[in-house]
């Protein structure tokens, strides 16, 4: 889950992610965990296909200055909240604060119980998911070393496992 639709990639194109530059890692990663049938997304009509995930925002239209304000998120949650409970996720994937904010707000938690830190991992009784936290995919993350593709590929690997094996024991604590 990312932030809100970037203005070349989803407002653009109608699909998360799609022709945006946050989108390289994150499909190029999903394709590697086997989670998308090709490695970029460049237009909605490029024959992605998912498998096992769904990628969406927090906030449904483009923000100014690309930054979701918190009135908005506030005015999107309901529809973050109704997708968590259709689509009933084992594992949500926080791409930075403001997803992870989103997430808690629809699930009804407490925001200071859940702290986001890179590679933090949240059990989420109300919706009964894994909350699996990480920088945003963004190219400011990237190119400043803040997110590198191992970083990010390691809170990948987690997801996975998790998903492997879900009844394993919660941890809410930052991995070693």
Same mark, same amino acid.
């Given at each position: 889950m990312g932030l809100a639709p970037g203005m070349h990639g989803a407002n653009r194109t109608g699909r998360p992610f799609t022709g945006d530059y946050a989108g390289i890692l994150l499909y190029r990663t999903l394709h590697k965990f086997g989670f998308a049938n #090709? $490695? $970029?997304s460049d237009r909605a009509d490029d024959g992605l296909k998912l498998t $096992? +995930? !769904?990628?969406t925002n927090a906030?449904? +239209?483009?923000?100014p200055q690309n930054r979701p304000l918190p009135e908005e998120i506030r005015r999107c949650n309901h529809y973050l909240a109704e997708e968590i409970a259709v689509v009933r996720p084992h594992a949500i994937l926080a791409l930075g604060t403001v997803a992870h904010r989103a997430v808690l707000m629809a699930s009804g938690l407490p925001q200071s119980r859940y702290r986001f830190a890179h590679h933090a991992v949240h059990d989420l009784v109300p919706c009964r998911a894994r909350l699996f936290d990480s920088y945003h995919c963004s190219r400011y993350?990237? #190119?400043t070393k803040r997110l590198t593709v191992s970083s990010?590929?390691?809170?990948? !690997?987690a997801i996975v496992h998790f998903l492997r094996s879900p009844d394993e024991s919660p941890k809410h604590s930052l991995p070693a």
């Open positions: #090709q $490695g $970029g $096992g +995930c !769904r990628v906030v449904k +239209c483009l923000p993350n990237t #190119q990010f590929e390691s809170v990948m !690997r």
